[in-house]
């Protein structure tokens, strides 16, 4: 039995931990790196980034280091999340599981998002930074495509490749951001070198038409752009014999080195020439847009104030697509919906109502049934909100889908009523949606609310006390009037859609309200739950799993109360009589309930 791991593990592998017995599947290889390959990895409710390693030393090197930050940085939750070996055809496969990050590189976010992101994302990015300086470590290499940028232009570090403890030689940079390369110091870990890589940064992303020139002038001076065999520019390595790799296999790390004015003509702007197309972890999938890697008709316009591209054209899934085979499943299963069926969607624009859009469409196709985009525009968001009007009615025409947009007044709306913001809006909405399926012959009406949807609301209950029926949650369906109102991804977590996003090439909007801390729910989703994440990294699975235990629990207790009533209860007139010796002898579960 060998311990190398030089084969590509396929898709769909499940690998059982030999000593914590963790069971993860593997959905899809993120990258291969020096020394090891990451795959995206689903357990349970979660999805993570799980790095097999070529050699158990260097695998076991890496982990030690992110678990040493771990221990030192107590305040946020924890990146390196298991460490075990697994036999797989007659080998044992060293790993460890990371958290997954999505997003896009912090270059690409601010040539999307523009210059009102250059402080926040620089903030943001800097106050990282000093958490890994306060726990005695450099970051080393700082450059864009190790800085992942997600919604509300949250920052994340994806390569510890680089990281160094303080007054060591740096271990793995990339030049045009190193201050050695500008004779502006040494390669000595300290705070400082982190801050100068930031700057260099911060004028390449500012000078992007100066830079492409330079690029271009470096492509023409280069001998052979890379290839997917793993020829080409990688980064600078101070201490070839003890790489750290940390999670740097996240990206494809291609070649061997070539001299150093080259690799800094190669590295202008901090990106490596004729990368691998092979996709970056979460590389693509936020920041309010994506791009598709099956070309069918390209799109890239400005739709007044937001900025979208992506490919739009006829749905095509990928036949053995997971996500799409379970969701085709539930359907059938759960919902009981059928051929011929007719399914009217509520869709935002978003990524979790654009995934179910193209998930819907996507069964609808095979299943001979019909989907019916309903778009609510509420007026709150001005042109952005307007784009996102565009962006599901343009999605919806190519995709072949019937569109409704409904176009309301909500802040008059809200000054006439009196009523607050949220619940004005889910009124005038789900009416709305009623409308459409009553117009359209429609018995279902389906909308996007997601697994992680489901842990803030049981979180945001548990915090105000909630008896059993609040910690249900989010009903997978319900009574919508004569009507039914399914929640097809309620199983299904925010990773795994953005994931299918990117694989499918599914075009969304980003809600910049999303960011606005003073709405409790974003500021459960956004605080609480990352910091209580650093306590149990699966509390997200586990507060669904109660959702559903609490769910099973209260349509029991609700049938028994319905019969225990029947039999205490009798009519009065127009109304009912309860005689009180059945209150005081009930049992408390069934008095004393709350939402």
Same mark, same amino acid.
Request: hydrophobic content about 40%.
């Given at each position: 039995?060998?311990?190398?791991?030089?084969?590509?593990?396929?898709?769909?592998?499940?690998?059982?931990?030999?000593?914590? %017995?963790?069971?993860?599947?593997?959905?899809?290889?993120?990258?291969?790196?020096?020394?090891?390959?990451?795959?995206?990895?689903?357990?349970?409710?979660?999805?993570?980034?799980?790095?097999? %390693?070529?050699?158990?030393?260097?695998?076991?090197?890496?982990?030690?280091?992110?678990?040493?930050?771990?221990?030192?940085?107590?305040?946020?939750?924890?990146?390196?999340?298991?460490?075990?070996?697994?036999?797989?055809?007659?080998?044992?496969?060293?790993?460890?599981?990371?958290?997954?990050?999505?997003?896009?590189?912090?270059?690409?976010?601010?040539?999307?998002? %523009?210059?009102?992101?250059?402080?926040?994302?620089?903030?943001?990015?800097?106050?990282?930074?000093?958490?890994?300086?306060?726990?005695?470590?450099?970051?080393?290499?700082?450059?864009?495509?190790?800085?992942?940028?997600?919604?509300?232009?949250?920052?994340?570090?994806?390569?510890?490749? %680089?990281?160094?403890?303080?007054?060591?030689?740096?271990?793995?940079? /990339?030049?045009?951001?190193?201050?050695?390369?500008?004779?502006?110091?040494?390669?000595?870990?300290?705070?400082?070198?982190?801050?100068?890589?930031?700057?260099?940064?911060?004028?390449?992303?500012?000078?992007?038409?100066?830079? #492409?020139?330079?690029?271009?002038?470096?492509?023409?001076?280069?001998?052979?752009?890379?290839?997917?065999?793993?020829?080409?520019?990688?980064?600078?390595?101070?201490?070839?014999?003890?790489?750290?790799?940390?999670?740097?296999?996240?990206?494809?790390?291609?070649?061997?080195?070539?001299?150093?004015? #080259?690799?800094?003509?190669?590295?202008?702007?901090? @990106?490596?020439?004729?990368?691998?197309?092979?996709?970056?972890?979460?590389?693509?999938?936020?920041?309010?847009?994506?791009?598709?890697?099956?070309?069918?008709?390209?799109? *890239?316009?400005?739709?007044?104030?937001?900025?979208?591209?992506?490919?739009?054209?006829?749905?095509?899934?990928? !036949?053995?697509?997971?996500?799409?085979?379970?969701?085709?499943?539930?359907?059938?299963?759960?919902?009981?919906?059928?051929?011929?069926?007719?399914?009217?969607?509520?869709?935002?624009? @978003?990524?979790?109502?654009?995934?179910?859009?193209?998930?819907?469409?996507? !069964?609808?196709?095979?299943?001979?049934?019909?989907?019916? #985009?309903?778009?609510?525009?509420? @007026?709150?968001?001005?042109?952005?909100?307007?784009?996102?009007?565009?962006?599901?009615?343009?999605?919806?025409?190519?995709?072949?889908?019937?569109?409704?947009?409904?176009?309301?007044?909500?802040?008059?709306?809200?000054?006439? /009523?009196?009523?607050?913001?949220?619940?004005?809006?889910?009124?005038?909405?789900? !009416?709305?949606?009623?409308?459409?399926?009553?117009?359209?012959?429609?018995?279902?009406?389906?909308?996007?609310?997601?697994?992680?949807?489901?842990?803030?609301?049981?979180?945001?209950?548990?915090?105000?006390?909630?008896?059993?029926?609040?910690?249900?949650?989010?009903?997978?369906?319900?009574?919508?009037?004569?009507?039914?109102?399914?929640?097809?991804?309620?199983?299904?977590?925010?990773?795994?859609?953005?994931?299918?996003?990117?694989?499918?090439?599914?075009?969304?909007?980003?809600?910049?309200?999303?960011?606005?801390?003073?709405?409790?729910?974003?500021?459960?989703?956004?605080?609480?739950?990352?910091?209580?994440?650093?306590?149990?990294?699966?509390? *997200?699975?586990?507060?669904?799993?109660?959702?559903?235990?609490?769910?099973?629990?209260?349509?029991?207790?609700?049938?028994?109360?319905?019969?225990?009533?029947?039999?205490?209860?009798?009519?009065?007139?127009? @109304?009912?009589?309860?005689?009180?010796?059945?209150?005081?002898?009930?049992?408390?579960?069934?008095?004393?309930?709350?939402?």
């Amino acid at each position: 039995m060998t311990t190398s791991s030089d084969a590509r593990v396929p898709a769909g592998t499940v690998l059982r931990g030999k000593w914590n %017995g963790r069971s993860y599947r593997l959905e899809r290889m993120l990258g291969i790196g020096a020394n090891g390959q990451v795959y995206m990895a689903v357990s349970g409710l979660r999805t993570y980034a799980l790095k097999i %390693g070529m050699q158990l030393e260097d695998l076991q090197a890496e982990a030690n280091v992110l678990a040493s930050l771990d221990r030192r940085e107590r305040k946020r939750p924890p990146f390196l999340l298991d460490v075990d070996d697994a036999e797989w055809q007659g080998r044992v496969l060293p790993f460890y599981v990371m958290q997954y990050v999505p997003g896009v590189p912090v270059k690409t976010y601010l040539a999307e998002h %523009g210059g009102a992101w250059y402080g926040v994302v620089g903030y943001r990015l800097l106050n990282r930074l000093a958490e890994l300086h306060a726990a005695g470590w450099a970051f080393g290499d700082v450059k864009s495509d190790n800085i992942l940028v997600t919604d509300y232009g949250r920052v994340s570090l994806v390569d510890y490749g %680089g990281m160094t403890a303080m007054g060591r030689s740096v271990r793995q940079f /990339t030049e045009v951001y190193d201050r050695g390369y500008w004779s502006a110091g040494s390669r000595t870990a300290d705070p400082s070198y982190d801050v100068f890589s930031v700057a260099v940064l911060w004028i390449h992303a500012l000078d992007g038409k100066r830079l #492409a020139a330079h690029d271009q002038d470096a492509a023409a001076a280069e001998p052979a752009p890379a290839r997917a065999d793993g020829a080409g520019p990688q980064p600078c390595r101070a201490e070839e014999d003890g790489r750290l790799d940390g999670a740097g296999a996240l990206r494809q790390v291609q070649g061997r080195p070539r001299g150093v004015r #080259a690799l800094a003509r190669s590295h202008a702007g901090g @990106g490596r020439r004729g990368r691998s197309r092979e996709p970056r972890q979460g590389a693509g999938v936020d920041g309010g847009t994506v791009r598709r890697f099956a070309p069918v008709v390209r799109v *890239r316009r400005r739709v007044l104030a937001a900025s979208i591209e992506g490919e739009l054209g006829e749905v095509r899934v990928e !036949a053995q697509d997971d996500l799409a085979v379970r969701v085709a499943g539930s359907l059938k299963d759960t919902f009981g919906i059928g051929p011929g069926a007719r399914i009217v969607a509520g869709v935002s624009g @978003g990524p979790d109502s654009m995934a179910m859009l193209h998930l819907l469409q996507a !069964a609808a196709v095979r299943d001979g049934s019909l989907v019916i #985009a309903a778009h609510v525009n509420h @007026g709150f968001r001005g042109t952005e909100s307007d784009a996102e009007a565009a962006l599901v009615r343009e999605t919806a025409a190519a995709w072949g889908i019937p569109f409704e947009l409904a176009e309301i007044d909500m802040p008059a709306y809200i000054e006439a /009523t009196g009523m607050n913001a949220q619940a004005a809006s889910r009124e005038r909405r789900y !009416a709305f949606l009623r409308d459409v399926a009553r117009r359209r012959g429609a018995k279902t009406i389906a909308v996007a609310h997601h697994a992680d949807d489901q842990a803030e609301t049981v979180l945001m209950r548990m915090l105000r006390g909630s008896g059993v029926t609040g910690l249900a949650g989010i009903p997978i369906r319900r009574a919508e009037e004569e009507l039914e109102l399914i929640r097809p991804l309620l199983r299904i977590t925010k990773g795994e859609l953005l994931a299918y996003n990117e694989r499918n090439g599914v075009p969304y909007a980003t809600d910049s309200s999303n960011v606005k801390t003073r709405y409790v729910r974003n500021a459960i989703r956004l605080e609480a739950l990352p910091y209580l994440e650093r306590y149990n990294p699966d509390l *997200r699975a586990g507060l669904a799993r109660l959702a559903e235990l609490a769910s099973a629990d209260d349509e029991y207790m609700e049938a028994e109360a319905r019969r225990a009533l029947a039999a205490g209860a009798r009519r009065s007139g127009e @109304g009912w009589r309860l005689d009180a010796r059945f209150v005081r002898g009930a049992s408390p579960c069934f008095t004393t309930q709350n939402d």
